[in-house]
T-cell receptor, first 114, second 114 residues
Framework: GEDVEQSLFLSVREGDSSVINCTYT??????LYWYKQEPGAGLQLLTY?????DMKQDQRLTVLLNKKDKHLSLRIADTQTGDSAIYFC??????????????FGKGTKLSVIP | KAGVTQTPRYLIKTRGQQVTLSCSPI?????VSWYQQTPGQGLQFLFE???????NKGNFPGRFSGRQFSNSRSEMNVSTLELGDSALYLC?????????????FGDGTRLSIL
């Protein structure tokens, strides 16, 4: 079955880079996503990558995908206190009949130390 | 464009009651998915609707149901509430036609069962 694993906590100093890692199991996953959740809020889509890509960069965010190892990472450059949040990795699974559902990891809580 | 809107933001109910949650998707989006978020189980897929039809359902009991209207707005209903139904219920919308369309989430409805 599908499963997505993430480490639960990460602490970095302001200005450093953060790297959040994720592993997934469904080799048929077509898209992989990173969402951010701040306290009391829903999920904010940060970025996503198609499975035939190795890397995607979007301003301070860099996503790396190792399809062979089923490993996904999100790098945040120049991490700011406003980046403190929970980050979720998710894979998109084909449920048939044109429907897709997301399977999420448990989330990584990023704490940025001023 | 306005984002995904969920109402109400907070609800308090007692065991045995029923509840209806509402979701208005982003304009033009025809797919609406619902997820339950709890500290123990994380984010779990409930169901997905597209053009008023349920296309996919997660592993939840029949007390959880939903529907979608012709304007793509969706409601989910939980009957005979149990303490374990306390959670953040998140709605997500996407254009829903092809697999490369990401899901955008609302801020959720926080349901507390007393």
């Amino acid at each position: 079955g599908e499963d997505v694993e993430q480490s639960l906590f990460l602490s970095v100093r302001e200005g450093d880079s953060s790297v959040i890692n994720c592993t997934y199991t469904d080799s048929s996953s077509t898209y992989l996503y990173w969402y951010k959740q701040e306290p009391g809020a829903g999920l904010q889509l940060l970025t996503y990558i198609f499975s035939n890509m190795d890397m995607k960069q979007d301003q301070r965010l860099t996503v790396l995908l190792n399809k062979k190892d089923k490993h996904l990472s999100l790098r945040i450059a120049d991490t700011q206190t406003g980046d403190s949040a929970i980050y979720f990795c998710a894979e998109k699974n084909d449920s048939g009949a044109g429907s897709y559902q997301l399977t999420f990891g448990k989330g990584t809580k990023l704490s940025v130390i001023p | 464009k306005a984002g995904v809107t969920q109402t109400p933001r907070y609800l308090i109910k007692t065991r045995g009651q029923q509840v209806t949650l509402s979701c208005s998707p982003i304009s033009g989006h025809r797919s609406v998915s619902w997820y339950q978020q709890t500290p123990g189980q994380g984010l779990q897929f409930l169901f997905e609707y597209f053009s008023e039809t349920q296309r996919n359902k997660g592993n939840f009991p029949g007390r959880f149901s939903g529907r979608q209207f012709s304007n793509s707005r969706s409601e989910m209903n939980v009957s005979t509430l149990e303490l374990g139904d306390s959670a953040l219920y998140l709605c997500a919308s996407s254009e829903g036609q092809t697999r490369n369309q990401p899901q955008h989430f609302g801020d959720g409805t926080r349901l507390s069962i007393l």
